[in-house]
């Protein structure tokens, strides 16, 4: 019966009965393993001076704590034999031990002092290894995070990339810093521990002994279960984490649609589900941390019993040997208890790490090729051959693209929403890699040349464009971190665009607000134009970029569209189709094929879906 109630106990939380996390699978958990053990012992190998240090520090401080219940032992034998014989013993030998117990004592003391010095210099040395391991990872994630390509992020939520960057690294800060001189330092305590009472007295140690090989099966058992609970709560939290910035990002949508309620409720959902698994975990702990205990109290009990029969019986002279075996029993129990604290916080640092090094270990399907080259000054021809391209393969959405635009021309794509138009976009840009076919720059194959070369000599405008927090300054300058106020300014005049900026409240000195939110649409986008024309590319790709600016404002990008076409290649994307009208060459483009090619008047003049979509265009402008 009792045993059928702890098997109830440990037991796991039911699988939810529906799909909490937002389309993604359950994960199934197992227990952690040596070798995510090994790596991240691998991050520790370029301060292991530091941790040696330290580790030395540590250990030499464990030994001089260590001799407290031998001092002990030594005053009560003293004290003990001095209280039961003070008449045999004299005045000269009671002045001796007196004097024994105070230098005794002031040994002691200066042991503890050494102690405490020690104890400071550990902490420095320590953590300054593991902040500097911490600080390692994190540089390594953000710099593998800009490294992955688009399609990772297509399919992965900002909410589990934060908590990867955020909970998952924090859990690993006192393992870095203290889980080397934790596990050294206890089971010095342990092996000391044992060895002072074996030498202090053997019939005790013996008395005890056969309780090990229970603490041992005990912590197997408590292992293997809490490695599986703790994986379940890292996962389980960063769901909440991911439904919490998904919220918090569509909060105008959340209020607009009055979806506070439902939201909560599912939110409510995935807390449920991560109490759950906390509430497991405690479990566990609940029945591992009081059998511990109980251990712990069963070897006092035996050694007070066993040492007092000793005692009384004569087989032992003196009770402070007894008294010190009883104190090494608890410096015995007491790593124990810590090294089972450790491991629930170094399981739960584990469960961190593995998703760390799941998220290091994804490639970037884009990245460049072992051989690849540095793109030269390009003068902007850009040719499509063959090229079919899906997000997911299986499923393409370009279907057998051919076309070239030569240096300087204006390449307008038009179709309507779905036809591939943005894809185009995203592969001259080499965000993605078609599935067949290749795309050409100046003759060059964009697959066989570096990202940066290609990225530098590009300038990319979008729907949507982001700026970053800080002044207007700084946003357009982000395009070029070395170009000086005054290259600023002059690049906003040539675009038409300062004195839009002028007009703000302090100026290029205006604060844009988080994502840009102190501005309007058109201020943004007049602000990401000036930012992509102050990077002086060869190509300039404009995916619908005046669709969220008003007339006014379009007025003003459309008379500064002349100069940023002047030497450059240009593919522009735009359901308003009077941003078009000078292209050099109109692709129209329906469920990813380009079903008609020309100029506005050529297309006009065939009658076909170009023409129908401009005349869409001038009816709805008319009304």
């Known amino acids: 019966m009792l045993l059928r109630r702890l098997k109830k106990l440990l037991a796991p939380p039911p699988l939810p009965q529906t799909d909490l996390g937002g389309g993604d699978e359950e994960p199934r958990y197992k227990p952690l393993e040596w070798p995510l053990v090994r790596r991240l012992l691998g991050l520790w190998v370029p301060y292991k001076g530091h941790y040696a240090l330290g580790l030395a520090l540590g250990a030499v401080m464990t030994v001089l704590e260590m001799m407290g219940p031998t001092f002990i032992g030594w005053i009560v034998n003293i004290a003990g034999e001095f209280a039961t014989s003070p008449r045999q013993l004299g005045q000269g030998v009671a002045r001796q031990a007196i004097w024994f117990v105070v230098f005794v004592v002031l040994t002691w003391a200066c042991v503890l002092a050494m102690v405490l010095v020690l104890h ?59 889980g080397i001189d934790q596990v050294l330092k206890n089971s010095l305590m342990l092996v000391v521990a044992a060895g002072m009472l074996l030498w202090t007295e053997p019939r005790l140690f013996l008395a005890v002994a056969w309780l090990g090989p229970i603490l041992v099966v005990m912590h197997r058992i408590y292992r293997s279960r809490i490695s599986v609970a703790w994986q379940m709560v890292r996962e389980h939290f960063t769901r909440v984490s991911t439904n919490l910035a998904e919220n918090i990002s569509g909060v105008r949508v959340v209020t607009a649609f009055n979806r506070q309620s439902p939201n909560l409720d599912r939110f409510n ?66 790593p124990i208890l810590n090294l089972g604290n450790f491991h629930n916080g170094l399981t739960m640092a584990l469960a961190g790490a593995e998703r760390i090094f799941n998220l290091l270990d994804t490639q970037p399907q884009v990245q460049d090729q072992p051989s690849a080259i540095d793109l030269p000054p390009i003068g902007g021809n850009v040719r499509f051959e063959n090229v079919t ?65 290609l990225h530098r000599q590009m300038g990319l405008v979008l729907q949507v464009n982001y700026l970053f927090s800080g002044t207007v300054m700084d946003n357009i300058r982000y395009a070029r971190p070395q170009a000086t106020d005054q290259q600023v300014i002059e690049a906003a005049r040539a675009i038409g665009s300062c004195d839009a900026i002028m007009d703000l409240q302090q100026g290029f000195a205006t604060q844009v607000g988080e994502r840009g939110a102190n501005m309007s649409l058109g201020q943004r986008q007049l602000i990401c134009f000036t930012r992509a024309f102050l990077a002086d590319p060869r190509i300039f790709l404009l995916d619908e970029a005046t669709s969220s600016v008003d007339t006014e404002t379009e007025q003003v990008v459309q008379r500064s569209l002349e100069k940023l076409l002047e030497n450059r290649t240009t593919f522009i994307v735009a359901h308003r189709l009077s941003t078009i009208l000078r292209a050099d060459q109109i692709l129209v483009l329906d469920q990813g094929r380009i079903v008609e090619r020309g100029t506005h008047r050529q297309l006009l003049g065939t009658g076909g879906t170009y023409a129908h979509l401009y005349n869409e265009f001038v009816k709805g402008a008319a009304e």
């Open 269 to 334: 959902e995935l807390q449920d589900r991560n109490t759950l698994n906390n509430l497991y975990a405690a479990r566990i702990n609940g029945v591992y941390q009081p059998l511990l205990s109980l251990v712990g109290t069963t070897g006092r009990v035996i050694i007070l019993v066993v040492g007092g029969y000793l005692y009384a019986s004569g087989s032992i002279k003196q009770v402070g040997s007894v008294v010190a075996a009883f104190l090494y029993w608890d410096w015995f129990m007491n």
């Open 120 to 178: 400071r210099a550990s902490i420095l040395v320590m953590t300054n290894a593991g902040e500097r391991v911490q600080f390692g990872l994190l540089r390594s994630l953000f710099v593998h995070l800009q490294r992955l390509s688009m399609s990772f992020y297509d399919r992965t939520k900002l909410g589990r990339i934060i908590s990867r960057c955020t909970s998952d690294l924090g859990s690993l800060r006192e393992i870095n810093v203290w």
């Open 389 to 453: 391209f899906g997000y997911q393969p299986e499923r393409p959405v370009l279907f057998d693209v051919n076309f070239e635009a030569q240096r300087g021309q204006m390449v307008a794509l038009v179709g309507h929403t779905g036809s591939g138009k943005s894809s185009i976009i995203s592969l001259i840009a080499r965000f993605y890699q078609p599935q067949q076919g290749r795309v050409l720059v100046d003759e060059h194959d964009i697959r066989y040349v570096t990202g940066d070369s």
